[in-house]
């Protein structure tokens, strides 16, 4: 997926090693394949989280007001990514900008009103098993293409056949196009309110190993090691929103983790190789 910015990692960790003009190229050049793939807000938006983290150690030397100011200057960019995706809206639909942002917000957390306004907790419990099922066939199919999953009912896509009805859902999967907010309405619907908690912790722990790991692999200069945990967070990121588990056991993710594992030993060995 052009929104996957795994390998981002290699320019920043350059730029920290004072090669600025070619890796800022390079950032930019990627910033533009964004825009002409039709990447609106998302990728922009990871990117822009993946250069804070790669800058982490530094930020806490601006001092109070050059941090305000780069506070300020992240929410002026912010708005000119939404505004740019409701201008591109407008300009290939011709869309009002407007109702197209109200609808978008509005459609997004629909997905939990309906979930928790038509379904008592834990009501879907008993099809749990179907879920686990589907979750696995999506992973031997590779569903990863959003139009492999009409009729699918796991995750985000189980979530909105729940919330309208199938014609309306098939025709937006076949457009290639989905919802992403399902996490908290699945384990809603499977487990009620305990779910909801235990999702929170769990994924509260997963994000947190996983972005200290991409900090420290920055900070330390570990191009291999971020551009790895780069990948197991664009997954990890997929299971919280869309509630799509099988993404953390594609053979990308079974590899990201062997490498993991295969650049720790190497530098417990030999520390001639910390820069894995």
Known sequence: MPGECHFIAIPLIAMRMGQVGLSLTSIVIYCLFLLWTGNKFGALFTLVCIVLYAYYDK????????????????????????TMTAGIEVITHGFDPVQY??????????????????YGPGEGLSELESEVDEQMQGLIEDKT??????????????????????????????SGSRYTEA??????????????????????????????AQIAAFIGGRMPTAVVVNKLMSSAATLLSMAIFYNLFTPGCW??????IFFWYIRRRDYRFEWL
């Open 255 to 260: 590899l990201s983790y062997f490498l993991l």
């Open 59 to 82: 930020l806490f030397l601006l001092g109070r007001r050059r941090l305000m100011r780069l506070s300020v200057s992240l929410a002026v960019i912010m708005t000119l990514l939404v």
């Open 183 to 212: 996490g908290y309405p699945t384990a809603y619907y499977y487990f009620g309110a305990p779910g909801v908690v235990l999702f929170s912790v769990l994924g509260g722990i997963l994000v947190a190993i996983l972005t200290n």
């Open 101 to 118: 942002l109200a609808r978008r917000t509005a459609q997004q957390g629909q997905l939990w009103w309906k979930i928790y306004g038509t």
């Open 145 to 174: 293409k959003i139009g492999n999953n009409v009729g699918s009912r796991y995750g985000i896509y189980n979530i909105m056949y729940l919330s309208t009805d199938d014609a309306r859902v098939d025709a937006k999967l076949e």
